[in-house]
């Protein structure tokens, strides 16, 4: 399973736009990519630093993983990423190793990555993705 690198930190946040130019300016670097994830209910909008990314997230639902997350604890930190060669076998290693797995299965997520996250009881309360790109066939 090994993961690579930090793929990305993912930041939960009420509005987008406004977080969009407040990073632009923290990090004197701008947006590359909004994109809406429908099946996540979630906009998107990444930051590339370095080998590594910053993801801004917005609730396009009520009902999102996202909305509820900023109602419980507020916006803030909301994933980390860890990028790996294969999601698929990360995922059956993982739960080799008792793991509590979110998804059991890849999934389609923003910037064209498989994903699939570990439950944050299971990795000392940090919810945890897994994800590397899409495989074209």
Known sequence: MNPSKIEHIGIA???LDE???LYEKLLQTKCYKIEEVKNQKVKTAFFQIGDSKIELLEATDSESPIA???EKRG?????????TND???SVVSLENENFTLIDKLPKIGADGMEIAFVHPKSTC?????FCSPIKKV
């Open 13 to 15: 946040v009420k509005n």
């Open 19 to 21: 977080a969009i130019i």
């Open 68 to 70: 509820k997350f900023i």
């Open 75 to 83: 916006e803030g930190l909301h994933h980390i990423a860890f990028a």
């Open 87 to 89: 999601v698929q076998s």
């Open 125 to 129: 309360g940090v919810l945890t993705e």
